[in-house]
Protein backbone atom coordinates (compact mmCIF):
# COMPACT_ATOMS: atom_id res chain seq x y z
CA UNK A 1 0.00 0.00 0.00
CA UNK A 2 1.19 3.57 -0.90
CA UNK A 3 2.32 5.58 2.06
CA UNK A 4 0.84 9.06 2.38
CA UNK A 5 2.43 12.10 2.22
CA UNK A 6 0.46 13.88 5.11
CA UNK A 7 0.64 17.52 5.24
CA UNK A 8 -1.23 19.40 8.39
CA UNK A 9 -3.16 22.65 7.80
CA UNK A 10 -3.29 24.44 10.93
CA UNK A 11 -6.30 26.86 11.26
CA UNK A 12 -5.76 30.27 13.39
CA UNK A 13 -8.92 30.03 15.33
CA UNK A 14 -10.63 27.35 17.37
CA UNK A 15 -14.01 26.45 15.88
CA UNK A 16 -16.88 23.73 15.31
CA UNK A 17 -16.81 21.01 12.91
CA UNK A 18 -18.92 22.19 10.78
CA UNK A 19 -17.04 26.00 10.38
CA UNK A 20 -14.10 23.76 9.67
CA UNK A 21 -15.60 22.24 7.06
CA UNK A 22 -15.32 25.50 5.99
CA UNK A 23 -11.80 25.73 6.01
CA UNK A 24 -11.59 22.39 4.24
CA UNK A 25 -13.85 23.53 0.95
CA UNK A 26 -10.41 25.62 -0.20
CA UNK A 27 -9.52 21.78 -1.06
CA UNK A 28 -12.61 21.68 -3.58
CA UNK A 29 -11.24 21.18 -7.63
CA UNK A 30 -7.52 21.09 -6.51
CA UNK A 31 -5.69 18.13 -8.00
CA UNK A 32 -2.94 16.02 -6.06
CA UNK A 33 -1.07 12.84 -6.16
CA UNK A 34 -3.01 10.59 -4.55
CA UNK A 35 -0.05 9.84 -2.17
CA UNK A 36 -0.83 13.43 -0.50
CA UNK A 37 -3.18 13.91 2.18
CA UNK A 38 -4.06 17.30 4.22
CA UNK A 39 -4.97 17.05 7.51
CA UNK A 40 -6.96 20.03 9.39
CA UNK A 41 -6.00 21.23 13.02
CA UNK A 42 -7.74 23.82 14.86
CA UNK A 43 -5.43 26.06 17.24
CA UNK A 44 -6.13 25.59 21.23
CA UNK A 45 -6.41 29.40 22.40
CA UNK A 46 -6.03 32.41 19.81
CA UNK A 47 -7.30 35.91 19.59
CA UNK A 48 -10.79 36.12 18.40
CA UNK A 49 -9.73 37.99 15.58
CA UNK A 50 -6.59 39.71 13.81
CA UNK A 51 -7.36 43.19 13.83
CA UNK A 52 -4.38 44.70 16.38
CA UNK A 53 -0.54 43.90 17.15
CA UNK A 54 -2.27 42.31 20.16
CA UNK A 55 -3.55 39.62 18.01
CA UNK A 56 -0.58 39.18 15.91
CA UNK A 57 1.58 38.36 18.54
CA UNK A 58 -1.04 35.58 19.98
CA UNK A 59 -1.70 34.32 16.89
CA UNK A 60 2.21 33.49 16.54
CA UNK A 61 2.46 31.76 19.36
CA UNK A 62 -0.81 29.73 18.83
CA UNK A 63 0.04 28.88 15.03
CA UNK A 64 3.88 27.56 16.75
CA UNK A 65 2.04 25.53 19.28
CA UNK A 66 0.01 23.67 16.75
CA UNK A 67 2.43 22.57 14.51
CA UNK A 68 5.62 22.60 16.48
CA UNK A 69 5.36 18.83 16.94
CA UNK A 70 4.38 18.18 12.89
CA UNK A 71 7.07 16.29 12.09
CA UNK A 72 7.67 13.95 15.03
CA UNK A 73 3.43 13.63 14.62
CA UNK A 74 4.72 12.38 10.57
CA UNK A 75 3.41 14.71 8.79
CA UNK A 76 5.85 15.75 5.57
CA UNK A 77 4.88 19.40 5.60
CA UNK A 78 2.74 22.57 7.13
CA UNK A 79 1.05 25.34 5.83
CA UNK A 80 -0.54 27.77 7.82
CA UNK A 81 -4.38 29.05 6.67
CA UNK A 82 -3.53 32.74 7.35
CA UNK A 83 -2.50 35.55 5.44
CA UNK A 84 -0.73 36.98 8.03
CA UNK A 85 2.02 33.66 8.08
CA UNK A 86 1.84 33.82 11.59
CA UNK A 87 4.22 31.16 13.10
CA UNK A 88 5.53 30.16 9.59
CA UNK A 89 8.90 31.82 10.98
CA UNK A 90 9.00 29.89 14.03
CA UNK A 91 8.12 26.54 12.88
CA UNK A 92 10.68 26.50 10.18
CA UNK A 93 13.08 26.77 13.07
CA UNK A 94 12.11 23.97 14.78
CA UNK A 95 10.77 21.16 11.58
CA UNK A 96 13.01 20.01 9.04
CA UNK A 97 9.82 19.79 6.47
CA UNK A 98 8.34 22.46 4.37
CA UNK A 99 6.18 25.41 5.93
CA UNK A 100 4.26 28.10 4.38
CA UNK A 101 2.02 30.55 5.15
CA UNK A 102 -0.47 31.93 1.78
CA UNK A 103 0.90 35.55 2.90
CA UNK A 104 4.13 35.90 1.07
CA UNK A 105 3.75 33.10 -1.59
CA UNK A 106 1.00 34.81 -2.53
CA UNK A 107 2.88 38.11 -3.57
CA UNK A 108 5.71 36.30 -4.97
CA UNK A 109 3.45 34.40 -7.49
CA UNK A 110 1.72 37.90 -8.06
CA UNK A 111 5.20 38.56 -9.68
CA UNK A 112 5.40 35.50 -11.56
CA UNK A 113 1.76 36.30 -13.41
CA UNK A 114 1.81 40.01 -13.82
CA UNK A 115 3.58 43.20 -12.49
CA UNK A 116 1.76 44.85 -10.04
CA UNK A 117 -1.16 43.10 -8.00
CA UNK A 118 -3.68 44.64 -5.57
CA UNK A 119 -4.93 43.01 -2.38
CA UNK A 120 -8.91 42.61 -1.90
CA UNK A 121 -9.75 42.44 1.57
CA UNK A 122 -12.79 42.76 3.86
CA UNK A 123 -11.56 45.43 6.16
CA UNK A 124 -8.73 48.02 6.43
CA UNK A 125 -7.90 46.75 10.18
CA UNK A 126 -5.99 43.96 8.24
CA UNK A 127 -3.75 46.28 6.67
CA UNK A 128 -0.81 45.95 8.72
CA UNK A 129 -0.97 42.31 7.91
CA UNK A 130 0.09 43.44 4.50
CA UNK A 131 2.30 45.61 5.05
CA UNK A 132 4.53 43.55 7.39
CA UNK A 133 5.01 41.14 4.32
CA UNK A 134 5.35 44.18 2.10
CA UNK A 135 8.02 45.51 4.79
CA UNK A 136 9.79 41.95 4.54
CA UNK A 137 9.78 41.32 0.92
CA UNK A 138 10.51 45.00 0.16
CA UNK A 139 7.67 45.10 -2.32
CA UNK A 140 5.61 47.98 -2.00
CA UNK A 141 6.68 49.59 -5.04
CA UNK A 142 5.10 46.46 -6.55
CA UNK A 143 1.57 46.73 -4.28
CA UNK A 144 -0.94 48.82 -6.39
CA UNK A 145 -3.01 49.03 -3.57
CA UNK A 146 -4.90 47.92 -0.40
CA UNK A 147 -8.40 47.93 -1.36
CA UNK A 148 -11.25 47.35 1.94
CA UNK A 149 -14.87 47.11 1.48
CA UNK A 150 -15.25 47.32 5.21
CA UNK A 151 -17.72 44.31 5.68
CA UNK A 152 -16.98 42.65 9.43
CA UNK A 153 -15.22 39.69 8.55
CA UNK A 154 -16.27 36.11 9.90
CA UNK A 155 -14.04 33.82 10.99
CA UNK A 156 -16.13 30.96 11.52
CA UNK A 157 -18.93 31.09 8.90
CA UNK A 158 -17.01 32.33 6.17
CA UNK A 159 -18.52 34.00 3.84
CA UNK A 160 -21.35 31.70 3.89
CA UNK A 161 -25.04 33.49 3.92
CA UNK A 162 -23.42 36.73 3.02
CA UNK A 163 -22.72 35.91 -1.01
CA UNK A 164 -25.28 38.37 -2.19
CA UNK A 165 -24.31 41.29 -0.14
CA UNK A 166 -20.40 40.43 -0.08
CA UNK A 167 -19.67 39.26 -3.53
CA UNK A 168 -20.72 42.27 -5.49
CA UNK A 169 -18.42 44.65 -2.76
CA UNK A 170 -15.61 42.81 -3.52
CA UNK A 171 -16.13 42.59 -7.34
CA UNK A 172 -16.65 46.90 -7.56
CA UNK A 173 -13.08 46.87 -5.45
CA UNK A 174 -11.33 44.69 -7.66
CA UNK A 175 -12.53 46.75 -10.61
CA UNK A 176 -11.34 49.93 -8.78
CA UNK A 177 -7.71 48.33 -8.23
CA UNK A 178 -7.52 46.90 -12.02
CA UNK A 179 -8.85 50.69 -13.44
CA UNK A 180 -7.78 52.96 -10.94
CA UNK A 181 -4.96 52.06 -8.99
CA UNK A 182 -3.36 49.82 -12.15
CA UNK A 183 -3.13 46.41 -10.87
CA UNK A 184 -2.79 43.18 -13.35
CA UNK A 185 -3.00 40.50 -10.69
CA UNK A 186 -5.38 40.07 -7.56
CA UNK A 187 -4.97 38.99 -4.64
CA UNK A 188 -7.70 37.77 -1.81
CA UNK A 189 -6.74 39.34 1.25
CA UNK A 190 -7.40 36.61 3.03
CA UNK A 191 -8.06 32.37 2.98
CA UNK A 192 -11.34 33.17 4.99
CA UNK A 193 -12.44 34.85 1.41
CA UNK A 194 -12.15 31.55 -0.45
CA UNK A 195 -15.88 31.84 -1.41
CA UNK A 196 -15.77 34.58 -3.34
CA UNK A 197 -12.77 33.60 -5.86
CA UNK A 198 -14.54 31.73 -8.59
CA UNK A 199 -17.89 34.55 -8.55
CA UNK A 200 -14.45 37.10 -8.77
CA UNK A 201 -12.11 35.01 -11.43
CA UNK A 202 -15.21 34.00 -14.10
CA UNK A 203 -15.78 38.29 -14.13
CA UNK A 204 -12.41 39.98 -13.73
CA UNK A 205 -9.95 40.22 -16.60
CA UNK A 206 -6.84 39.59 -14.69
CA UNK A 207 -5.33 36.81 -12.59
CA UNK A 208 -7.46 36.68 -8.95
CA UNK A 209 -4.82 34.65 -6.38
CA UNK A 210 -6.57 32.35 -3.94
CA UNK A 211 -3.94 32.01 -1.23
CA UNK A 212 -4.73 28.99 0.63
CA UNK A 213 -4.79 26.66 -2.23
CA UNK A 214 -1.86 28.42 -3.63
CA UNK A 215 0.00 27.52 -0.35
CA UNK A 216 -0.96 23.69 -0.34
CA UNK A 217 0.39 23.64 -4.08
CA UNK A 218 3.53 25.03 -2.37
CA UNK A 219 3.90 22.50 -0.20
CA UNK A 220 3.43 19.82 -2.92
CA UNK A 221 5.78 20.96 -4.96
CA UNK A 222 8.55 21.31 -1.91
CA UNK A 223 7.71 18.06 -1.16
CA UNK A 224 8.40 16.70 -4.54
CA UNK A 225 11.56 18.67 -5.20
CA UNK A 226 12.89 18.34 -1.41
CA UNK A 227 13.41 21.90 -0.39
CA UNK A 228 13.54 22.03 3.01
CA UNK A 229 13.83 25.53 5.09
CA UNK A 230 17.18 26.58 5.23
CA UNK A 231 19.02 26.11 7.98
CA UNK A 232 21.13 29.40 7.86
CA UNK A 233 17.76 31.64 7.32
CA UNK A 234 16.21 29.74 9.89
CA UNK A 235 18.52 28.58 12.72
CA UNK A 236 17.41 26.31 15.36
CA UNK A 237 16.50 27.50 18.93
CA UNK A 238 19.22 26.78 21.24
CA UNK A 239 17.43 26.19 24.64
CA UNK A 240 13.58 24.99 23.11
CA UNK A 241 11.12 25.35 25.48
CA UNK A 242 8.17 23.43 23.29
CA UNK A 243 6.86 21.35 26.59
CA UNK A 244 6.69 25.27 27.89
CA UNK A 245 4.80 26.37 24.95
CA UNK A 246 2.43 23.86 25.20
CA UNK A 247 1.82 24.28 28.92
CA UNK A 248 0.99 27.58 27.95
CA UNK A 249 -1.59 26.96 25.23
CA UNK A 250 -3.27 24.16 27.39
CA UNK A 251 -3.85 26.88 30.09
CA UNK A 252 -4.97 28.73 27.93
CA UNK A 253 -7.33 26.62 26.35
CA UNK A 254 -8.59 25.61 29.61
CA UNK A 255 -8.68 29.41 30.41
CA UNK A 256 -10.99 30.14 28.00
CA UNK A 257 -13.07 27.58 28.30
CA UNK A 258 -14.01 28.76 32.03
CA UNK A 259 -14.61 26.50 35.29
CA UNK A 260 -15.73 23.12 35.11
CA UNK A 261 -19.49 21.97 36.43
Same mark, same amino acid.
Given at each position: $?????????????????? *?????????????????????????????? *???????????????????????????? %?????????????????? @????????? &?????????????????? $????????????????????????????????? *??? =? @??? &???????????? %?????????????????????????? =????????????????? &? $??? %????????????????? @?????? $??????????????????
Amino acid at each position: $MMQKKRVLVIVPFAMSAD *NLALRQQQLAGLQFGADLQFDYRCVKAGPA *NYSSHHDFALADISIFEAGCRAQDEGFA %AVCVDTMSDSGVAALRSV @LDIPVFGPG &KVSMLTALMLGDRFSIIT $MASRWKPLYKKALDELGLHHKCASVRAIEVPPD *NQG =L @LSG &KEDAVFPLLEAA %ARMAIEIDGADVLILGSTTMHQAHGY =LQSRLPVPVINPGPLSY &K $MAE %AALALGYPPSRQAYPRP @LQPRLD $MLEAMQAAAQRSLAGPTP
